[in-house]
Structures are given as structure tokens and as C-alpha cells.
T-cell receptor
Framework: AQKITQTQPGMFVQEKEAVTLDCTYDTSDPSYGLFWYKQPSSGEMIFLIYQGSYDQQNATEGRYSLNFQKARKSANLVISASQLGDSAMYFCAMRGLFSGGYNKLIFGAGTRLAVHP | NAGVTQTPKFRILKIGQSMTLQCTQDMNHNYMYWYRQDPGMGLKLIYYSVGAGITDKGEVPNGYNVSRSTTEDFPLRLELAAPSQTSVYFC???????????????FGNGTRLTVT
């Protein structure tokens, strides 16, 4: 079975500093995708970044980067130069190709990030 | 671009009432999903569909039904509403294909449902 674990219920960071949000996963799938979503207080789900299990390089999207360590089954999100607008809930999610669930995205419990001025 | 549209945005139901949450997408995605999010929690999959006429259960299907008669629409039906179904409901869609596992889900803005 697939599982996503986010061990940090809450994090805070000073504006303009970098922060790392942890995500570990468990899967027996040889091919899978890892995703991060942001959920601001308004409630919508915003896709941030994707990492494929066979990607050789860590994914980057603007101020977001993914620290992917396949052997350790971790896919941590790094936000550089934090802004007040980064305050939100962040979810790690996974989608596998063969484990009966390549149609499904499973989510971790989330980490609430607060950016302080 | 409308993307994924959910209606209504808010709804209060009495115990035992029924309702249908509407979801439509204009991206020609074959895959569609219903998730629920309880306060302070992650999202749990209720039902999903890989195309018109095909639906399957997710992690928490009890108390819900779905249908998929067209590519665009994927309504979620609540029969005999219970307080445990108080939650925020998200509809989502994604691309189809052999590499669909690397396609993100596109979410609607959610429906906040309270059952009292």
C-alpha cells in the first residue's frame, strides 16, 4: 500500500529565509510521481511542483524546489526567500503507476507554514 | 479557462436529507475524482472515474454515490446525510494516458458542507 507521511504539523519561518517541509513516502511501485500542493486559508488547492521517480535532477519551480532522495524515500519541499503569502497548508501527495492506484493521488496530513515578518 | 467548477460553494443539510454536489470540467480530462477534507486533515478519496460510464470506490465511499454519464460531469450524491459527512468536498480532474501518473490533479474550489 502507498503511504505519505508529513511529520511536521506546523512550521514557522522568518520572511526572506528558506524553509524545508518534510515528506516521506512508502510504495512498492517502480514508477511514481510526487506532488506538492499549497492550500491557503481561502481553501483552494494549488499545484506547486512535481518530481518523477525516474527524474535524475531535483525539480525546481521558481522559489520552490524538491529535495528528492529516492533511496530514503523522501521528497522534501524547499521554499526559498519566504514571503508572507507563503503562509498556508502544504500537502505532499503521490501517484503510482502500477499499485492499482495510478489513477489516484494520495495525500499526507499536511504541514501548516506560518511566515513571520 | 473555467477548469473544474463545483457547485454549490456552501450548503447546510439536516440529518437524513439528501443532496447532489455538482462538478464539471472543461479540460476534456477523462480522470475525475471526489475527495473530502475534514478540518485540519489531508484529503481522502471518496470515488473516482477513469471515463464516462466507469467509476470506482476510493478510501471512504460509504454514504456516497457517483455517476459519470459524460466526460465533463461527475456529480456526487449524498443519501441520508449524517453529521460525520460534515466536511469540505473537492472535485478534481487530470489528464489521461500512459504517463498520467506524472500529471497533477486540477482541483475545483470546494464545497463546504455542514450536516446538523
Amino acid at each position: 500500500a502507498q503511504k505519505i507521511t508529513q511529520t511536521q504539523p506546523g512550521m514557522f519561518v522568518q520572511e526572506k529565509e528558506a524553509v524545508t517541509l518534510d515528506c516521506t513516502y512508502d510504495t512498492s511501485d517502480p514508477s511514481y510521481g510526487l506532488f506538492w500542493y499549497k492550500q491557503p486559508s481561502s481553501g483552494e488547492m494549488i499545484f506547486l511542483i512535481y518530481q518523477g521517480s525516474y527524474d535524475q535532477q531535483n525539480a525546481t519551480e521558481g522559489r520552490y524546489s524538491l529535495n528528492f532522495q529516492k533511496a530514503r524515500k523522501s521528497a522534501n519541499l524547499v521554499i526559498s526567500a519566504s514571503q508572507l503569502g507563503d503562509s498556508a497548508m502544504y500537502f505532499c501527495a503521490m501517484r503510482g503507476l502500477f499499485s492499482g492506484g495510478y489513477n489516484k493521488l494520495i495525500f499526507g496530513a499536511g504541514t501548516r507554514l506560518a511566515v513571520h515578518p | 479557462n473555467a477548469g473544474v467548477t463545483q457547485t454549490p460553494k456552501f450548503r447546510i443539510l439536516k440529518i437524513g436529507q439528501s443532496m447532489t454536489l455538482q462538478c464539471t470540467q472543461d479540460m476534456n480530462h477523462n480522470y475525475m475524482y471526489w475527495y473530502r477534507q475534514d478540518p485540519g486533515m489531508g484529503l481522502k478519496l471518496i470515488y473516482y472515474s477513469v471515463g464516462a460510464g466507469i467509476t470506482d470506490k476510493g478510501e471512504v465511499p460509504n454514504g456516497y454515490n457517483v455517476s459519470r454519464s459524460t466526460t465533463e460531469d461527475f456529480p456526487l450524491r449524498l443519501e441520508l446525510a449524517a453529521p460525520s459527512q460534515t466536511s469540505v468536498y473537492f472535485c478534481a480532474s487530470s489528464q489521461t494516458g500512459a504517463s498520467s501518473y506524472n500529471s497533477p490533479l486540477h482541483f475545483g474550489n470546494g464545497t463546504r458542507l455542514t450536516v446538523t
